[in-house]
T-cell receptor, first 111, second 112 residues
Framework: GNSVTQMEGPVTLSEEAFLTINCTYTATGYPSLFWYVQYPGEGLQLLLKATKADDKGSNKGFEATYRKETTSFHLEKGSVQVSDSAVYFCALETSYDKVIFGPGTSLSVIP | GAGVSQSPSNKVTEKGKDVELRCDPISGHTALYWYRQSLGQGLEFLIYFQGNSAPDKSGLPSDRFSAERTGGSVSTLTIQRTQQEDSAVYLC??????????FGSGTRLTVV
């Protein structure tokens, strides 16, 4: 069945550090891939998405590239801020099936 | 409306009582989902409605949980004979295929 694996957290970084959160997936067919973010005390929000191989999703300085050959969708940001502290969820969706979420990775950015 | 609306935002109930949680999805979204999130935990899938197809109920944790979606729009999640382990934030989301979910702000359920 379909599944998503994310790096375990929590991840703690200093402000302006480079961020990578790894995400790999297993899926039949050609899924769409997503990153969602949940800021403290808030609901989940879609951060970015990519719907086919080699697509790059980007938003708020975050990027992720859909790599079919490595079945990965790693989230990156060149310089994190304290306001980026949140839980990040990788997810996939195949046609007309429910979205599968990874377990989430908690990020804390310290000044 | 502009977003997914859930009500109530908070619910405190006594153990053994039934509760109903409501979700108003974005108009035109064909898919509707219920998840729950316990404190500090990930997302647990509960049930999925897609158009007129039979719902995917594979995530419902027990027969105390049920959900319906009337007229392809509003959905109600019902928990009968609530238990303390049912305490969590119940999240509803709606979507069009491959566009990503829009989540509601959730209902925080506390069973005392």
């Amino acid at each position: 069945g379909n599944s998503v694996t994310q790096m375990e957290g929590p991840v703690t970084l200093s402000e302006e550090a480079f961020l990578t959160i790894n995400c790999t997936y297993t899926a039949t067919g050609y899924p769409s891939l997503f990153w969602y973010v949940q800021y403290p005390g808030e609901g989940l929000q879609l951060l970015l998405k990519a719907t086919k191989a080699d697509d790059k999703g980007s938003n708020k300085g975050f990027e992720a590239t859909y790599r079919k050959e490595t079945t990965s969708f790693h989230l990156e940001k060149g310089s994190v801020q304290v306001s980026d502290s949140a839980v990040y969820f990788c997810a996939l969706e195949t046609s007309y099936d429910k979205v599968i979420f990874g377990p989430g990775t908690s990020l804390s950015v310290i000044p | 409306g502009a977003g997914v609306s859930q009500s109530p935002s908070n619910k405190v109930t006594e153990k053994g009582k039934d509760v109903e949680l409501r979700c108003d999805p974005i108009s035109g979204h064909t898919a509707l989902y219920w998840y729950r999130q316990s404190l500090g935990q990930g997302l647990e899938f509960l049930i999925y409605f897609q158009g007129n197809s039979a719902p995917d109920k594979s995530g419902l944790p027990s027969d105390r949980f049920s959900a319906e979606r009337t007229g392809g729009s509003v959905s109600t999640l019902t928990i009968q004979r609530t238990q303390q382990e049912d305490s969590a934030v119940y999240l509803c989301a709606s979507s069009l295929p491959n566009y990503g979910y829009t989540f509601g702000s959730g209902t925080r359920l506390t069973v005392v």
